[in-house]
């Protein structure tokens, strides 16, 4: 029996999140330029932003009481970030360009070596880096708290962080973004209000940018009402890490391919995983799984879990200690999948919520800081005496800039890399070979991605393998939302959009996809634990939606 | 109507606790976060404060320089204004050192009442309420689940392990709320953004007119002497119901004296 | 060693809490007294005798009938004053708490509170307590005298030891701040049974009870056990039981003498809701359930046929 998600749309519709101004004008809140997400995409367009009011006081008087305002719907900046990540400094050498050096920042030093490997059960054989995953010249650091630290330096800046804001809708009004509404807290169960009951408000601001990170709910919302959906249809993959204190220090950043993802083509299990060290006494192992995956018992947590088994990787992790647990998906689109347009009147998108990752070298976090910069630069432009950037087109200055950026050229290098891979690890291993020797220039054209959703869904038996949690090396699920800082209250509404009744095709992927587990399969219904999700944004790519729940709840992140 | 309220900041409940086997005490260096009891009494004060319709609600605090941000919280909720008592020599203080730093603050601010949440989960602030009381020489009501305050008294509804008592005490009074008082209101987006420009003040211990010496670990009464393992569970022992499992968890009670 | 206990009483009964720590105080050495405050006690200070204190200070005073802290610190004050006493001992309650708390600012004293021990190391004497929710234990001990402290409520047993008591009268004089706080209803009963956090006995219900109404099952055990009824948070979700009894995380954490789990895996957002339960008694089908991994006695088998046999063995042996 077989199943695609896709047949079993969940109850959700963009224009739910779409609304002109309710508040009274005097209730309203009015800032100058509003950022959605305190990532890296937000904060390098509030330090850019903070940088240019210093250069000019006009600037400043146009923006207002409250220039830059930074919504973020975490209990602060980095609660809800998670990455590998072995960070190009690029990006940010150009944000901090005479003001501060890459040595300022908090990163856990320079990549000294690195190896790849490809995996079998129980050994491992080097091979050669591909060229796209060199990392020389590249930082490790933990994006969580060097988003702490870029949150210190946008408040310095003089941006307001708004923490524990959920951005729920888009404000539009005659084609044109004012601004966002929060959501509302204080709601129960069956979405009554409760004693401590607080709307949301109204934000208006002239331009607003969307740094929302992977499945972005306002940047969907926003592309599918401007019509900006990209030639292909974005694709993600689901990564599931775990930070260890460990006895030996790991001196070099390492990626594995091949076990315990299965090659053939049936089974479209595209990914591998990263371990990267962090300091002398930490590291972070991950596991990276495209989510077009076909096998109904697939879960990335549990393939992570089995992966620490490989003796490679165990000795590793030998008298160590996890300290800490994330999930979190990433857009594997790439070129084809970016929106047409980044702008509409009042409006940019930037970073992962457009798709900016350049798949094969596993990097989006320099685009973002680069997207970021170049959105504050062109809404200070927008905002020009005589000018205003809700006209149609005013903002168009930031899509040039975007294509004439490193951004660009790169993910148009690399475009067809991932799709490739859909054709099964060992022909798209030769086929990527193939583009990185051209440069991107064969095979010519753009290949179609299909959605994650419309891969038929098939039960074939992998969760036999999964090894039994044992509390210190191998981890169930529960232990490991608890370990995420995950107390989001029991009685909060549902936040997951997803049809109750599916087939148990279905049901059973969720139940093993969802790396949170939150939803459980039972009698052709699916049960919900909502307060368990950490918001990685599964379920959006497999047949759900993931909407943003009250502003402070899921994870509190510190070493992800 | 001024209220005073006693907040602190412990560490994020979100990050693993640990202590400092250097210092052997809490490592206070992570994320910190209002205790979320304290909110509770700042709600209650800012209930009192509407109700009258007119008062001030300072909060008063002791802590790192730090501690400032998660004040602010409360500040975002609606207090006025917030006092800090912050200095290295306060490091390691204890009941006895603590309630004669906030003793001091409190007398400097002269509030009406005083108003405590009922305890830190740091394990460091249970029953401060009763000691700075006494300091203030003060009537005290704790562990109120319900709080009225009219015509220059207050009403406590305290709960006990006997039930529930009703107390009556004249302002100036202090008063310790349990966490059946309230559910805490969340800031609204205008008060997060009007927090930051509400007074901060940062008091040292000379401010306070106290002594380095009247402070932290010199000023304290009691030590930490040494840091360990909880003992073992004693025997754990597991056994297979054959028709007889009833009987013996009985068995167990009794030989355990929990019968 | 002069070790002075307070003994907290209620409606004519010396509390088995301060009882217990009394007689801790007997076992460390011979200069121990009992204090009785309150209206009316004098023949309460004769139960202390049979409990272990040799001697007992009583002070009757009206400013002392209602249970309220303040002018219980005066007369402690002045006893220790007068008395020279070196260690004050305390069983906490609401009420001891605040007592000791206010007696440590009056004298400037060191209070150390959650010790469920007391030894004398090395000459000096040293208070063991559990912290960061029962995962690390702490020697803790004082730099002032007197020393004071509170005990963990239900940490000794009383031992009833026969013996009298040469009972001694106190005057104390009373601030003026100390009794301004008024008595206005005293000691109401709450409508409903033992609240969770209070009580010494907790059985809780989880999944494996299959079903709501299976938590008669869980109510019956509890009432013969004259405990309270707790959830997990699943159950609640499920809406089987109120929100008011879930342990857990994000719900209450209880620390009960006896905590009978019926049908919990033992995830750690219950975990760390009851893992300072003094006795864990677990009952699951599933054998490699995690809960077995903290319990004190691990009971693999059905619920439903177990706990009602449980009930009805508990019930013949109280009446027995």
């Known amino acids: 029996m077989t199943a695609k998600p896709v047949d079993y749309p969940p109850p959700f519709s963009p224009v739910e999140f779409v609304t002109p101004p309710t508040d009274p004008p005097e209730e309203r809140i009015e800032v100058g330029i509003l950022i959605v997400g305190a990532g890296p995409a937000g904060l390098a367009c509030a330090i850019r932003l903070g940088q240019l009011v210093e250069e000019s006081p006009e600037l400043a008087e146009r923006l207002g009481d409250v220039p830059v305002a930074v919504l973020e719907k975490g209990k602060q900046p980095g609660s809800h970030i998670l990455s590998g990540a072995v960070v190009n400094p690029r990006g940010l050498r150009r944000l901090f360009e005479g003001r501060k050096r890459i040595q300022d920042l908090p990163f856990y030093g320079e990549v000294e070596a690195e190896g790849v490997y490809f995996l079998r059960h129980n050994s491992s054989m080097r091979i050669p880096t591909p060229p796209t995953m ?55 169960r069956n979405g009554e209000q409760l004693a401590n009951f607080e709307p949301g408000s109204d934000i208006l601001a002239r331009v607003t940018v969307l740094c929302e990170g992977t499945q972005g709910h306002l940047t969907g919302v926003a592309i599918d009402e401007f019509g900006l959906e990209g030639e292909s249809p974005q694709v993600w993959a689901l990564g599931v890490k775990e930070v260890w204190k460990v006895e030996k220090p790991l001196r070099r950043v390492v990626h594995t391919m091949g076990w315990p993802l299965r090659a053939g083509a049936k089974y479209r299990e595209f990914g591998g995983s990263f371990i990267y060290p962090m300091g002398d006494d930490m590291l972070t192992i991950g596991m990276v799984v495209g989510l077009d995956y076909r096998d109904a018992e697939l879960s990335v947590h549990d393939l992570l879990q089995e992966l620490k088994t490989n003796p490679f990787v165990r000795k590793m992790l030998e008298g160590g200690e996890r300290v800490g647990w994330g999930a ?42 680069e997207s970021g910069r170049l959105a504050a630069e062109a809404a200070v432009d927008a905002l020009r005496p005589g000018r205003t950037p809700s006209t149609p087109g005013a903002l168009a200055a930031y899509d040039e800039a975007v294509r004439g950026s490193f951004i660009w050229s790169d993910l148009q290098e690399v475009r067809n890399m991932r799709q490739a891979f859909g054709r099964g690890f060992y022909f798209g291993g030769a086929l990527a070979g193939a583009m990185t020797a051209t440069k991107g220039k064969f095979p010519p054209g753009d290949m179609s991605t299909e959605r994650d959703a419309e891969q038929e869904i098939v039960r074939m038996g992998r969760s036999r393998k999964y090894p039994a949690p044992d509390g210190k090396l191998i981890f169930d699920k529960l232990s490991s939302v608890y370990l995420s800082g995950n107390r989001t209250r029991d009685d909060a509404p549902n936040h997951l959009r997803v049809q109750a009744r599916v087939p148990e095709e279905i049901a059973v992927m969720w139940e093993r996809m969802c790396p949170a587990q939150v939803y459980e399969a039972a009698d052709g219904m699916v049960e919900i634990t909502p307060s368990n999700c950490v918001q990685c944004g599964a379920i959006t790519a497999k047949g759900g939606r993931l909407t943003p729940p009250e502003g402070g709840s899921g994870p509190e992140y510190t070493l992800t | ?211 380095a010496g009247a402070l932290g670990e010199q000023g304290s009464g009691t030590t930490v002497l040494a840091l360990g393992d909880p003992p073992p569970r004693g025997d754990a022992r597991k056994i297979e119901d054959d028709g007889n499992a009833a009987g013996q968890i009985v068995d167990f009670l009794a030989e355990k004296k929990l019968l | 060693m002069t070790v002075a206990v307070f003994l907290e009483h209620h409606e004519g009964e010396l509390q088995k809490g301060s009882l217990g720590v009394l007689g801790k105080a007997a076992s460390l050495g011979d200069d121990v007294a009992g204090i009785v405050l309150g209206s009316g006690v004098k023949e309460l200070a004769a139960q202390a005798g049979r409990f272990g204190a040799p001697k007992v200070f009583v002070a009757d005073a009206p400013e002392l009938e209602a249970p309220l802290p303040q002018p219980r610190v005066d007369a402690i004050a002045q006893l220790v004053g007068e008395k020279s006493i070196e260690t004050v001992l305390f069983a906490a309650s609401v009420l001891a708490s605040d007592v000791a708390a206010g007696l440590a600012a009056r004298l400037d004293a060191g209070l150390n509170w959650d010790l469920v021990d007391l030894v004398e190391q090395d000459g000096q004497l040293v208070g063991k307590r559990p912290a960061l929710e029962d995962t690390v234990y702490v020697d803790v001990g004082w730099t002032t005298e007197p020393r004071l402290a509170l005990f963990r409520p239900g940490t000794f047993d009383p031992s009833e030891s026969g013996g009298e008591a040469e009972v001694e009268e106190l005057s104390p004089t009373f601030e003026d701040f100390s009794t301004q706080a008024t008595m206005i209803e005293q000691a109401h009963e709450e409508s409903e049974g033992p609240s969770i956090e209070d009580a010494d006995v907790i059985v809780a219900g989880g999944r494996g009870l299959g079903g709501p109404e299976n938590f008669s099952l869980v109510e019956e055990l509890a009432k013969a056990l004259g405990g309270a009824v707790a959830a997990t948070r699943a159950v609640v979700d499920a809406g089987w039981y109120p929100y008011a009894t879930q342990v857990g995380q994000t719900g209450k954490t209880v620390s009960p003498k006896l905590y009978v789990a019926c049908g919990i895996s033992g995830a750690i957002q219950h975990k760390v809701g009851m893992q300072g339960s003094g006795t864990v008694i677990a009952i699951n089908k599933d054998p490699n359930a995690p809960i077995f991994e903290f319990s004190d006695l691990g009971v693999v088998g059905d619920l439903h046929e177990i706990v009602p046999k449980l009930t009805e063995l508990v019930q013949q042996r109280k009446s027995g």
């Open chain 1, 134 to 188: 060199k990392n020389h010249g590249n930082y490790i650091a933990s994006l969580s708290q060097l988003i702490r630290w870029l949150g210190e330096q946008a408040e310095e800046a003089g941006a307001t962080i708004l923490p524990e804001t959920a951005a729920e809708k888009l404000l539009v009004d005659h084609g044109r973004v004012l601004g966002v509404r929060t959501g509302d807290k204080g709601r129960g």
């Open chain 1, 328 to 369: 979190k998906t990433i857009p594997e689109g790439g070129f084809v999948a970016l929106p047409k347009r980044l702008h509409a009147p009042g409006l940019l998108l930037c970073g992962d919520g457009a798709g900016m990752v350049n798949v094969p070298a596993l990097k989006g976090i320099h685009y973002a800081v």
């Open chain 2, 1 to 211: 109507m001024k209220i005073a309220v006693c907040v602190k900041e412990v560490p994020d409940a979100g990050v693993n606790k640990r202590i400092d086997p250097n210092t052997k005490r809490l490592d206070r260096s992570g994320e910190g976060a209002l205790n979320h009891f304290d909110t509770q009494a700042v709600e209650e004060a800012l209930k009192i404060k509407e109700a009258g319709g007119e008062g001030e609600v300072v909060l008063v605090s002791m802590g790192p320089a730090g501690a400032l941000d998660s004040l602010r919280k409360a500040l975002a909720m609606g207090a006025d204004r917030a006092v800090l008592i912050t200095d290295e020599a306060a490091a390691g203080s204890d009941l006895v050192a603590t309630s004669r730093a906030l003793a001091a603050a409190l007398e400097r601010e002269e509030a009406d009442l005083v108003i405590f949440g009922q305890q830190g989960n740091d394990s460091d602030g249970a029953v401060l309420w009763a000691a700075v009381a006494d300091r203030l020489r003060r009537p005290v009501i704790s562990q109120v689940a319900e709080l009225t305050v009219a015509d220059g008294k207050l009403r406590g509804k305290r709960q006990t392990e006997f039930g529930y008592d009703v107390i009556e005490a004249p302002l100036p009074a202090v008063v310790a709320v349990s966490d059946a008082i309230n559910e805490p209101r969340y800031p609204s987006l205008k008060g997060i953004m009007g927090a930051k420009s509400k007074p901060q003040e940062s008091l040292s211990a000379s401010d306070l007119g106290l002594d």
